[in-house]
């Protein structure tokens, strides 16, 4: 069992950049690879980005490709999005998510563990 807890959304003007973190409990957090999914009002669950269990490995969505860097701390049991020349179509809530089987899984279906989502508002 894996509890995750999101921070850092926020309000921000476009071309803003915000930090979200995730928390994770249990001592088993590098044995999961760890996916960020956004979710705007009235459409899916989207993906954003991946990292591996080591972190060596990174996946993105084209959209985000250039502006997001995701990263874990595996001694500290977090993992962040860095997102920056932020965009008004970033807008969304945006979720972490544990997966134990598969790594850089773009369907939510994959993952096993959700947090709660944080709110990120980019305004024009």
């Known amino acids: 069992q894996v509890q995750l807890v999101e921070s850092g959304g926020g309000l921000v003007q476009a071309g803003g950049s915000l930090r979200l973190s995730c928390a994770a409990s249990?001592?088993?957090?590098?044995?999961?690879?760890m996916g960020w999914f956004r979710q705007a009002p009235g459409k899916e669950r989207d993906f954003v980005a991946a990292i591996s269990r080591s972190g060596i490995t990174t996946y993105y969505t084209d959209s985000v490709k250039g502006r997001f860097t995701v990263s874990r701390d595996n001694a500290k049991n977090t993992v962040s999005l860095q997102m920056n020349s932020l965009k008004p179509e970033d807008t969304a809530v945006y979720y972490c998510?544990?997966?134990?089987?598969?790594?850089?899984?773009?369907?939510?279906?994959?993952?096993?563990?959700w947090g709660q989502g944080t709110q990120v508002t980019v305004s024009s």
């Open positions: 998510a544990a997966e134990r089987y598969y790594s850089g899984s773009r369907s939510p279906t994959q993952y096993d563990y």
């Open positions: 249990g001592r088993t957090f590098s044995t999961y690879a």
